[in-house]
């Protein structure tokens, strides 16, 4: 962003040279090449892989370029590191973030390249979930003392001789294996390595109406594919997360926030004021997930059809 | 991607087997000295914690100070800061130039340039796969995957060929240089990627230098191999007439090393190219992000959709830089052609510009992932369970879990630690020098001392089936192959494309057929792995002496006869080449199946790139590098060492 000008008129090799062979050059202030590519204004979001993520940033692109005529650049990140993109400029926003308290207190209360950017509008909960079909067959499976009780209907073989708990993706907060270990359950946390896998394997097992015990999250559209039902953990209480080995209790309910880059935030425009101001309900962030991951919509046709049902609630963001 | 090594074929001679005898004896000895001292001092079959380091603190507060000054100490400053912004510089650079071009102009340059190299058919093929882009929506997208490229490329080649001209003129340097490019052969991938990150940050600066990394390396082999291997008479002439040392290399040896040399690049081009995908994870945007996001979604339609542009650019590159490799026409036509190609690439490009269509038209686009995803959710729903008689996938990866995966698992956990070193040693002696059989012991106890010894065994088992497997499927399939023309011909796409085609891609699949786990890590490294094996195993049947087979169908062998007594027997060699080769490839999508629930250390790694966790993540990186230096170690007979082959 902020060579734009002279970037556009250099645009030949033979002057790399002489722009940056003398002086400082502060890798944390450089913007991404494909950024303002053919003077347009660009700006960078970063999406994170779940595709509630994907959903806000699908909207807050179409409307930012159909309505403010920008151009948009988006890049997947995994959570951590997207904060650190952030903080270099390399990614101007991140729209939905779950709590990340340690990047929180280094980039935002510290270097202050980072700015809070206010809350989504969403509530964000990760918790254990079984299929419906099994809870209604076995209503008692959703409190977790009852679970050692099902270990064995939830064995596969790669839980060996105990029960499956699978967790997901390795950039998603998670108590799991604490849990099992203090709440004394006869479970082996297996881990599926990335959301797509998890899914996948869900929709499988749905598919055969076999029981499951898997760590999942809300809101997700995967919920409206296969219903699931919660398993009730020891009630959250503030600070009973703190020793992550001692964890014997539920995870909380976490509203989740936008955060913009310090510059962006100052210099973005409107841009970023209409990043600021974006703001909206589960309901409307799960109707455009699920265009995308169940109907296979791309991103800018949900986005698209989103749009045109609910301009009262976005004209707002653009006043 | 292989580089393929031609073997003479040569028979075991008997002394080997009494120096086999020899060698086991000793290594016996060593063992019944050692073993009740290490006994007796650590009991217990795991590795004893006394001979752990822990790196944790170390590295992670090496990793805060990094990201504490970053934006303010002058190493950054002055030295790092300069190299991203020169990264970010001409990766834009180029990427305005092929926007401005235009995809009337980017397409015809490509296809002149094709047509000047490799004559028509390369040309018209080339045409086809830019068209292909654009029709699939991923213009833009290719467009910053070929910038990203055309950067990371020439500098990979630049420094390539600087450190195989050290290496081809110095033979100090040679023997310096041999073990570092020997073990960044065996390096997966995205291991370089946590490091790089760290440094630079997401992004395209941190994406192109963890790309050059990995891509120089055969370049940097294959200069110094062209170099030494110039033919000791000529240089001896051109030392008569009078030159000096380097009218000497800039006259004879570099172009005598002119195929050496484009097949350095060509192998560049290729290992950037399976890059490009992987180092979407860091942020370098283009296709592989593309193909990144339709991950995330669970749509493998899209990831096709993106990853069938990083198949055509791989096949087209790869062939235009091979016809390079073989072509040789004579200068003075040549320039004048050249003169005429970029004339004519430059009006359609104007034409284009003029026309108003630099842009590619939205209207001449078409969607294939819906077509897709029904076809892939059929074959799974069909695939999935309750197939009569033979069973589902479903049903065979859990016997395949807890009859072979569980069972080696368990296997190599119960083997006491001293044991496992020195099967290692045994393995590796027998088949290399004792130099080699040290390497493998020293690697497999760092694994041990890193403190990540449960998890490498665990790796270590799912690399062992699945090479396993590999090899049956494909030796089998390259026997078929050698003896019918037709079938190899048949096969030859169908392995680029496997070859070439962004794992992503086929993590969701793999899936949805064998559920979550390590028995679909395994299936994903078997079908990576496999199309090298194929090619090797048909190429080195292939090579067998003709006439050998002459004679034993003329003294009335049978064709099962001739394949069991003369052709695998002469084939040997390859067929070893083919079982390293199986191995590495393995072993470089340990991390992908840590995507897809393989756990151990591929999650790990996965893990500290994900929670920009440096401890986890270059501990478990650090750990498959040595398992792979074991392996390679263990699987490499001598023929390869002393031969130097690419």
Redesign the interface.
Known sequence: MRIRTR?CA????GS?LL??GCG???????????AN??GSKTVTLS?Q???GA?ANVAVAQYLLEHELGYRV??????????W??LS?G??DAILEDWGHPEQEK?YVDDKKTITRGGELGVTGHIGWYVPTYFAQQHPDVTNWKNLNKYADLMR???S?GKGQL?DG???YVTNDKALVANLDLDYQV????????????I??FA??KKPFLTYWYAPQWLFKKVPMTEVKLPAYKEGCDADPDKVACAYPHTPLEKYLNSDFARSGGKAAAFLKKFRWTTEDQNEVSLM??DQ?L?PEQAAKKWVEGHESTWRAWLS | MAAITVFSPRTLPAVLKHRAVHKLGLLALAAAVLVPLANARWTGGAWPDALTVDLTKPLTEASTWIVDNRDTHPLFLYFFGHVSNAIVLAVRAVYLVLLAAGWAGVTALGALVAWRVAGLRLALGTVAAFLTCGWLGMWVPTMQTLALMVVAVAASVVVGALLGLAGGLSDRLNRALRPVLDTMQVLPAYAYLLPVVLVFGMGVPAAVLATVVYAAPPMARLTALGLRGADKEVLEAVRSLGATARQGLLTARIPLARKELLLGLNQTIMMALSMAVIASVIGAGGLGDRVYQALASVDVGAALAAGIPIVLLAVVLDRVTGAAGNGSTSAEPRRTGWLYALVAALAIAVAGRLMGRLDWPDAWTVRIAEPVNRAVDWMTAHLYSGVPVIGGTADWAAHFTTWVLNPLRDGLTWLPWWSVLLLVAALAWLIGTWQTALTAVLVMAAIGVLGVWTPALDTLSQVLAAVAVTLVIGFATGIAAARSDRLERALRPVLDVFQTMPQFVYLIPVVALFGVGRAPAVAAAVVYALPAVVRITTQGLRQVDAAAMESSSSLGATSWQQLRQVQLPLARPALLLAVNQGVVLVLAVVIIGGLVGGGALGYDVVFGLAQGDLATGLVAGAAIVCLGLMLDRVTQPTERRTKKGA
């Open positions: 970037l250099t645009a030949a090799v790399l722009l940056t400082a050059a502060d890798m944390t202030k450089q913007a991404s090449p494909f590519a053919q999406v892989s779940w595709v994907q650049d988006t890049v997947q990140v995994d959570e951590v590191p997207a650190d993109a270099q390399r990614v280094r596969t073989a790669e060996g699978m993706s390795p950039s297996v881990f599926a390595g990335s959301e797509a896998a998890q899914i996948t394997q929709k499988q598919k055969e995308i991951a296979k791309t």
